[in-house]
């Protein structure tokens, strides 16, 4: 695999070496001694997956306090806008985001460190999203930033009246009122 560090520490895109022949092809997702090596010790205890449809925008979550969560993430179908927002406090890129594609074709996978919001839009008619996390999901602490707030200034690649969101998301806090870490 090639691990690639973003602009901003600590989040790495990572693109797997695919082995195509007239079968299909064969890839290593993940290699926990490889990973371990570029990225860090990082212990994963859970795998997740979500089926979204065009336009469907998740995030940007996080979770707060000892339950904060890193993710590696990876699109099985489709094609998606992913998106990653540093909140350490004492990052010199503290508010600043890094987003990539993910795609069934690219094959890429996205690492978050724990510290950051995360979130992707759906660009393709359907996709099918899975990422790994490292902790438990915790609904007591789980937290969120409004999608579209201008001092983050995202540039989501779809028209707002055609994005679906949750009520939950569409209430987010603003980031100047969000829960930061250290």
Not at 41 to 55: A, C, L, R, T, Y
Not at 66 to 75: G, I, M, T
Not at 92 to 120: C, D, M, W
Request: aromatic fraction near 14%; glycine fraction near 6%.
């Amino acid at each position: 695999m090639n691990y690639i560090q973003t602009e901003i520490d600590g989040v790495w895109l990572i693109e797997p070496k695919v082995f195509r022949d007239e079968r299909g092809y064969f890839m290593e997702a993940f290699k926990e001694e490889e990973f371990k090596a570029h990225v860090g010790d990082v212990h994963f205890i859970q795998d997740n997956e979500s089926k979204s449809s065009f336009g469907v925008l998740r995030g940007l979550h996080y979770q707060k306090g000892e339950h904060c969560q890193a993710k590696l993430v990876r699109v099985i179908k489709g094609r998606v806008l992913d998106v990653a927002v540093d909140l350490r406090q004492s990052s010199p890129t503290f508010g600043k985001y890094v987003s990539v594609e993910l795609s069934e074709e690219n094959k890429r996978q996205f690492f978050i460190p724990r510290g950051f919001a995360h979130g992707f839009l759906v660009l393709s008619d359907e996709a099918i999203f899975t990422y790994k996390v490292d902790n438990a999901y915790a609904p007591q602490v789980e937290a969120s930033i409004r999608f579209n707030d201008d001092t983050i200034g995202i540039d989501w690649p779809v028209a707002e009246e055609l994005l679906l969101l949750s009520p939950k998301d569409k209430a987010a806090p603003l980031f100047r009122d969000a829960e930061y870490f250290e």
